[in-house]
């Protein structure tokens, strides 16, 4: 019993950031229609600069500048690469495309800074552990809880609250009618990237965090898991990529956590056990867990 909580905690620690990841991958998608292949090459860069900043700044201040920084890159990519070809959103897949190379650049000058490096964020929480009653957690996974929480509360409230939100949803449903509207759909979306950019770089922190040996130059690829919460909840839903991030970190904590006995599907069957979920819902809810079908008119 104690194993199966212990992996229910890490598995909605994991959750928790990957959702992080997800809502940007969402707010992007809502925002301009591009799936942003370099959000992984985005997180690093916000855990490197973290990494390097620490020792001068301390903690607090790196992760600030780390999530600033990001946050203009992303929106200075969007700007200038992205929309250098006008802002037509039948144009989306060319600049989904356009991410992937983005990716390779910024993830290649990343690589080659950190090298085989292993780089601490300087987290206050380092390797200390709490007892929950019988379960033992990493006050790293505590606080991934705790602060994911409370700043997806504030990005929903954002959504719901305030004009950038109801503008970012009229233009998500009808971006021609939006436009008529007098919404400001260029200042909707670079802020848009520069949201997602911050979410990236604070997920870093977590990811890097312990029980995880530190900051390395494969941590972007973690993301990459959740892309499939990101599917699994529909493209459009936030709420979806919080349900899907929640779901794939179980998943991937549960299946960790018992993988003797599921020798039989093979070794690291974890690490694709979120692609391995999302097909199978998707065959179910091709639309994802939160989609829904779109009427079009001809």
């Not at 292949?37 to 600030?64: I, K, M, R």
Request: proline share 3%; aromatic share 8%.
């Amino acid at each position: 019993m104690t194993t199966f909580l212990d992996n229910i905690f890490n598995g909605l620690a994991l959750g928790a950031v990957y959702a992080l990841v997800a809502l940007g991958f969402v707010i992007i998608f809502k925002a301009s229609g591009v799936m942003n292949f370099a959000h992984g090459s985005l997180l690093l860069l916000g855990g490197y600069l973290t990494a390097v900043l620490h020792d001068d700044l301390g903690f607090a201040g790196a992760l600030a500048v780390a999530v600033l920084v990001t946050a203009a890159v992303a929106g200075a990519m969007d700007r200038f690469l992205l929309r250098a070809g006008g802002t037509d959103p039948h144009t989306a897949h060319v600049q989904t495309i356009v991410t992937i190379g983005v990716d390779i650049v910024i993830l290649t000058d990343l690589s080659r800074r950190i090298g085989g490096d292993l780089l601490s964020l300087g987290d206050p929480w380092g390797d200390s552990v709490s007892g929950l009653g019988p379960v033992t957690v990493a006050d790293s996974r505590i606080a991934a809880i705790v602060v994911s929480t409370v700043v997806i509360a504030g990005v929903f409230a954002l959504f719901r609250y305030t004009s950038w939100g109801l503008s970012l949803r009229a233009s998500a449903e009808d971006v021609e009618a939006a436009a008529l509207m007098g919404v400001r759909l260029v200042r909707i979306r670079t802020l848009a990237w520069c949201l997602a950019g911050a979410l990236a770089a604070l997920a870093a922190v977590f990811l890097a965090a312990f029980p995880a040996p530190g900051l390395e130059r494969t941590t972007g690829q973690i993301a990459l898991k959740a892309f499939p919460a990101a599917i699994l909840g529909g493209m459009a839903s936030p709420p979806g990529a919080l349900a899907g991030s929640l779901l794939i970190g179980l998943t991937e904590a549960l299946v960790a956590g018992y993988q003797s006995d599921l020798h039989i599907l093979g070794e690291g069957f974890g690490d694709v056990a979120p692609y391995a979920v999302m097909v199978l819902v998707l065959l179910v809810r091709p639309t994802g867990l939160f989609g829904g079908k779109a009427a079009v008119r001809v």
